[in-house]
């Protein structure tokens, strides 16, 4: 694909200073609204496209390459616009001289690849994350390795235009079996997009049963066709390990278990019995399969029922477990969702601590990106005051080294895991 005619838009007065720091997103409102009026010429391009306001109407078209410039002119960054996002432009290059081309895509994916080598290369059978979006310079793009099979989420409605050369690279790069593309339906509504719920890219290649790949010494399997997002939580394996070793001889009660998570690997490596809570029938029925699968099914139970709930019914109850682990979906998805976040967050964490003896321990979760590390851990402490208890975090984690962080995307700082004891 040929480099596209390039369009440039202006930021409001003050709203630079993020894309200074090589933030990679430009919401609507941060662009002048006569954006139109303020297109200048480019000297990398044949012929000028003059982009509209953002409407229906618009000139500019999903996919389309934008410079974004200051009040001055002067370069901020260049990126793909989408006319029908609220997240406006996202962002891929912060030198002018970089232009946005297939060789672009490839070149981020090797790297991406690349990058995971770091931390030491992971097993033919075993599952990581290839590519999470912001933190490789690839906004909008996730994938996930599972075995011999990819499943890819598309999150920006912009990239859709370079879906087939980025599809065609990873198949060539990673050898799959089978490639599965995804777009969620909140996706779908908030990019333009048709909802995807599990498109296989490589043809004459059916995928009739679920993946299997082994994790945490766990023989486990990953339906990404139908399953949730790209299949299963990786960016939380090493948490699943490391709190593991908490858990040996204990009672553990595992709230948001979906597939299994945090609870299959105790009941592998030694805890006493594991109880399971989740508000999916087809999680739970997952999470049994695996349980039986690996031998430990004698030592785990499950409850369907929501989080809240099946607490609060424990605690009426007068239960008790050595080790409580807390893993919500995500609770914040924009910043005026966090104080309902946290509050969230503290009943959810004040009724585990009902559940636990002196001594217990307390695994607690958010994957709420915009609940920061510093408000999670002050939540913790109005948990602690509130129930009279002390708490002592023995780790304080984040996600597998598979999920980077950009620094200029705070953002992707997302994953809290807090394993603590609860005196």
């Given at each position: 694909m040929?480099?596209?005619t390039?369009?440039?838009l ?5 709203r630079q200073?993020?894309?200074?720091s ?7 409102h ?7 009026k303020d ?5 990398d ?8 306001p953002?409407s ?10 934008v410079d974004l ?6 370069f901020l960054?260049?990126g ?10 996202r ?6 001289n970089?232009?946005?081309n297939e060789?672009?895509?490839t ?9 995971r ?7 033919a ?6 590519i ?5 310079l690839?906004?909008?793009?996730i ?5 011999d099979c990819l499943?890819?989420q598309?999150?920006?409605g ?5 879906r087939q050369p ?5 198949a060539k790069?990673c050898?799959?079996?089978q ?16 909802p ?5 890219a490589?043809e004459?290649a059916p995928?009739?049963?679920?993946v ?13 066709v139908?399953g949730q ?7 939380q394996?090493l948490n699943?390990?490391t709190?593991?070793?908490y858990m ?5 009660l595992d709230?948001c278990c ?7 690997v105790?009941a ?6 594991v109880?399971?809570v989740?508000?999916?029938?087809a999680?739970?029925a ?9 031998g ?12 809240f709930?099946a607490?609060k ?7 008790k477990?050595d080790a409580?682990v ?6 914040a ?7 309902q976040?946290?509050r ?5 964490n004040?009724t ?8 217990g321990?307390?695994?607690t979760?958010?994957?709420?990106g915009?609940?920061?590390?510093s408000e999670?851990l002050?939540?913790l402490?109005?948990?602690g005051?509130?129930?009279?208890r002390d708490?002592?975090?023995?780790e304080?984690r984040g996600p597998?080294?598979d999920?980077?962080l950009?620094?200029g995307?705070?953002e ?7 394993i603590?004891?609860v005196v």
């Amino acid at each position: 694909m040929s480099q596209p005619t390039i369009g440039q838009l202006r930021v409001k007065p003050g709203r630079q200073f993020p894309f200074l720091s090589r933030h990679p997103w430009v919401h609507a409102h941060a662009l002048l609204s006569d954006s139109g009026k303020d297109s200048g010429k480019s000297s990398d391009r044949k012929q000028q496209h003059t982009p509209g306001p953002f409407s229906d109407g618009s000139e500019l078209r999903s996919g389309d390459v934008v410079d974004l410039v200051d009040m001055d002119g002067n370069f901020l960054g260049r990126g793909l616009v989408n006319p029908h996002s609220r997240l406006r432009v996202r962002l891929y290059a912060y030198d002018s001289n970089i232009q946005i081309n297939e060789q672009l895509w490839t070149d981020r994916i090797d790297a991406a690849i690349a990058r995971r080598a770091l931390a030491g290369k992971a097993d033919a059978d075993q599952a990581e994350r290839l590519i999470f979006s912001e933190a490789d310079l690839l906004s909008g793009l996730i994938v996930d390795r599972y075995a011999d099979c990819l499943g890819v989420q598309f999150t920006a409605g912009a990239l859709m235009k370079w879906r087939q050369p980025i599809l065609e690279h990873l198949a060539k790069v990673c050898g799959s079996r089978q490639i599965v593309v995804r777009v969620d339906e909140k996706t779908a509504k908030y990019e333009g997009l048709e909802p995807e719920a599990g498109t296989l890219a490589i043809e004459g290649a059916p995928l009739t049963a679920p993946v299997e790949y082994r994790q945490n010494g766990l023989d486990l399997s990953v339906d990404l066709v139908g399953g949730q997002k790209t299949g299963g939580y990786l960016d939380q394996r090493l948490n699943h390990a490391t709190a593991a070793g908490y858990m040996a001889g204990r009672r553990v009660l595992d709230v948001c278990c979906y597939t299994g998570g945090f609870g299959l690997v105790a009941a592998k490596h030694g805890a006493e019995s594991v109880t399971g809570v989740d508000s999916s029938a087809a999680a739970i029925a997952a999470a049994q399969a695996s349980a039986q699968r690996n031998g430990v099914a004698e030592r785990m139970s499950f409850i369907q029922d929501d989080c809240f709930d099946a607490l609060k019914r424990l605690a009426d109850d007068a239960e008790k477990f050595d080790a409580v682990v807390l893993d919500p979906p995500r609770f914040a998805g924009s910043r005026h969702q966090v104080d309902q976040a946290l509050r969230a967050y503290l009943r959810l964490n004040s009724t585990a601590i009902d559940l636990l003896p002196p001594g217990g321990i307390l695994v607690t979760c958010s994957c709420s990106g915009r609940v920061s590390r510093s408000e999670f851990l002050n939540m913790l402490v109005d948990a602690g005051r509130r129930r009279r208890r002390d708490i002592i975090v023995l780790e304080n984690r984040g996600p597998a080294p598979d999920h980077p962080l950009a620094v200029g995307c705070p953002e992707s700082d997302y994953l809290k895991c807090v394993i603590a004891q609860v005196v």
